[in-house]
């Protein structure tokens, strides 16, 4: 059993969720990106983010660099990371504020009480997946003659 991924793409055939993707391109192959293509593809080199390697399967990390980041400096001034100061890089970049990121052991936080409200949901949770990315439903009436109940 191999420990690290060696490209063999069988993780995204079998995902659930359809998330796993491979690495075509080679970031780190030492020339200044001319290779990969259009400006938008080129910009897509993030300083704030490790080396991707090319030819391994990847998924979201929930920007783990970031969270490191921030524990290092919780560390330091000696106190728990605070509620919100984790900022993912989607979550910045949403213009809506869609996405909300945080600690799911703090009961007390933000994150907690958007769980408990009773429109959340966990995409395929019913194979016990324990799937950390969850969704609130958004429901809106289309016909205002109806009454909401």
């Known amino acids: 059993v ?6 063999t793409r069988f993780c995204q055939a079998n995902c659930p ?6 690495n075509w391109f080679g970031y780190a192959d030492g020339d200044t990106y001319a290779n990969l293509g259009a ?6 080199n993030n ?8 030819g391994v399967m990847e998924k979201c990390t929930y920007c783990v660099q970031r969270i490191s980041r921030a524990r290092r400096h919780a560390r330091v001034e000696h106190r728990p990371i605070a509620d919100g100061e984790v900022v993912t890089a989607c979550q910045a970049a949403c213009p809506t504020r869609a996405i909300s990121f945080g600690d799911l052991s703090d009961e007390h ?9 009773p429109h959340h949901y966990a995409l395929l949770g019913h194979l016990g997946t324990r799937p950390r990315t969850t969704y609130l439903a958004h429901l809106r009436n289309p016909n205002p003659a109806l009454e909401e109940t």
């Open 2 to 7: 191999y420990n690290r991924c060696i490209g």
């Open 17 to 22: 969720y359809k998330v796993r993707r491979f």
């Open 39 to 44: 400006d938008s593809v080129r910009a897509a």
């Open 47 to 54: 300083p704030d983010v490790s080396v991707r390697q090319r």
């Open 109 to 117: 936080g933000r994150i907690a009480k958007l769980r408990r409200e």
